[in-house]
């Protein structure tokens, strides 16, 4: 009796050991496009943006809490910088991070994007995680590719 409760004390151990670990590397996630509104809540005064996850059957969740519109002459907007609450959903768990996007826009209907931001918990496997993220990409005529990583530490 004694032998088979350590064989599943060490089992359940290294499941745990195992969870913990794939969340100290670096995740990456591709995103496919702008991004469909969910409309504007109290929470998400900006409105609540559900982008897919490329290969996946999941979706991220931007909260929009503030956004700046900048012009410049010809293009309106030029750029556009946001602050967002975002999950990210993951086998396992889901992340949490706040962060600043930012998209500036050409008169070619090119665009690019640049994210920055920090990880302040998550779910599951993630569950008080911190870190950083940073991610971008470009994009043409309204289609894009963002990606985003998630540093743990």
Known sequence: MGIRRFVVAACVALCVLAGRASASRPLTVE?????????LT?????GLTRIVIV???RAALDCVVRVQKFTK???DPWRIVESVRVTTPFAGGAI??????TFT?????????????RIVGGTG?????TGTVRGGGEG???VAIWDETFRFG
């Not at 109290?42 to 900006?46: G, L, Q």
């Not at 496997?125 to 995680?129: A, E, L, P, Q, S």
């Open 125 to 129: 496997r993630y569950k008080g995680v």
């Open 140 to 142: 043409r005529n309204g």
């Open 42 to 46: 109290a929470a998400c005064p900006s």
């Open 31 to 39: 995103l496919r496009g702008f991004g469909h509104s969910l409309g």
């Open 73 to 75: 002459s010809g293009l």
């Open 55 to 57: 290969g996946s059957s």
């Open 96 to 101: 949490y991070s706040v962060e600043t996007q």
């Open 105 to 117: 826009f050409t008169r070619s209907q090119a665009s690019t994007a640049a994210f920055r931001g």
